[in-house]
């Protein structure tokens, strides 16, 4: 029997061992599970920058979570470009209520002045 045909038959195999001790309750779908989920974050849960071999689908993930959204608040979002503008050098930005507050300060100096008109 060649490798990949032995593998393949192996694969089978365990899998309906697996099945096997799911229906006769010697095994908890929801430990395979935590079992799945705590092997999942060993590999892939460590971020170690562009040189790790799951860079490119921790990217990738990434993206989806901002896309589907939920994951990350805005203010949370917001602090991590101000920390990515600080390491590109750029000068950090006024929010829109720093701007708003600032262009009122400018028109509004006579705002305070309707309690001398009584």
Known sequence: M????????HLVEASLLVADDVAAGRLDPASVEAAVVEECRALFGAVDGPGDALWELQVE????????????GADELSEWVAVYRAAEGRPPEQSWIERALADGADEG???GDDDDAG
């Not at 060649?2 to 038959?9: D, E, L, N, V």
């Open 2 to 9: 060649s490798g990949a045909k032995a593998a393949k038959r």
């Open 109 to 111: 100096d006579d705002a």
């Open 61 to 72: 993930v990434a993206r989806q979570v901002l896309a589907v959204g939920g994951g990350i």
